[in-house]
């Protein structure tokens, strides 16, 4: 209680360690997310997206600043592929984050994925919780790059922002990528790149075509964050879609379509956590993967076996 009280008087240390029990400690973390939840709701949740090498980190950092220019607080967490040799994150984005660092308004994560599809490690979601309890009042959470499977940050963000360069490929394998389903707003960066402009024209061209269910219709910005060119013509585009979403209650739906995903995450969470409890959860888990392996079950009747074997 005295570090969930430290917390709450804004102790920036206090933050920094009760994410890392969300993160690593199971045994405590559902009671300090009973504690944190309430608390949270507040912040607006941006989320960006795309390939490696596109520039996440560094459009992280370029819009954290228009953000504190309007005198918003804010929490970044970026999602790091995991080391081999610690099995903690590479920190490799919060190194091209320098403007953050003597800001004591932003607080920076670096999370590692531990080998997590999606683009997110499964602890983002509660640290995105723990940043909301705390106050700040933008969070922008950065997935990691791995292209085609980087879609779980639609599932916690108010807005998605999809970042794509002229060498990302042609607009058909953005729309191949499902990049173009969960995109809020589609950033094309290093504009001065030779392309950068064709590339725009065809992604606005596929934005045209389709059909929006919400009504919104995903704007293209050409920017070049390093040298900040473009980035207040995104940061306005931002601000209409959060205009938008307070529109018909649509942050509220969208918000349902997130409690819907949390509480479907939480299960797979509770589940596995069940099965590396148990003393013969690694034994039972080895001999059916046997079983599979020689073709004498199938894994969906291998996954029902554990499933009656764990009591709720």
Request: charged share 30%.
């Amino acid at each position: 209680m005295k570090l969930l009280d430290r917390f709450l008087d804004g102790d920036r240390i206090a933050l920094s360690r009760v994410i890392t029990l969300l993160e690593n400690d199971r045994d405590r973390r559902s009671a300090i997310l009973d504690s944190l939840y309430p608390r949270s709701g507040k912040a607006r949740r941006i989320g960006i997206t795309g390939p490696p090498g596109a520039g996440k980190s560094t459009l992280a950092d370029r819009l954290t600043s228009l953000l504190r220019k309007d005198g918003r607080t804010v929490g970044v967490i970026a999602v790091d592929p995991t080391s081999p040799f610690s099995g903690g994150a590479l920190l490799g984005d919060r190194l091209r984050m320098q403007g953050a660092w003597d800001d004591p308004e932003v607080y920076v994560r670096s999370q590692a994925d531990r080998s997590h599809a999606g683009g997110l490690s499964e602890a983002t979601p509660h640290a995105m919780t723990a940043l909301d309890a705390f106050g700040k009042d933008v969070i922008i959470v950065e997935t990691v790059g791995v292209g085609q499977s980087a879609l779980d940050v639609s599932e916690v963000s108010d807005t998605t922002v999809v970042l794509l360069t002229p060498e990302s490929g042609d607009s058909v394998q953005a729309m191949k990528a499902g990049l173009m389903e969960i995109a809020d707003v589609l950033v094309v960066n290093k504009a001065d790149r030779e392309g950068a402009d064709r590339f725009a024209s065809e992604l606005r061209m596929i934005v045209d075509m389709r059909q929006w269910a919400e009504g919104w219709k995903p704007p293209v910005v050409l920017v070049s964050a390093r040298d900040d060119t473009g980035m207040d013509g995104l940061y306005d585009q931002l601000n209409a879609h959060g205009d938008f979403l307070a529109g018909e209650d649509r942050l509220g739906k969208r918000r349902l379509r997130q409690g819907r995903s949390a509480i479907q995450r939480a299960l797979g969470e509770l589940w596995r956590g069940r099965l590396t409890e148990r003393r013969d959860g690694g034994d039972t888990l080895d001999r059916l993967s046997e079983r599979v392996a020689r073709r004498e079950i199938q894994p969906l009747a291998a996954a029902r076996e554990i499933m009656d074997s764990l009591s709720i």
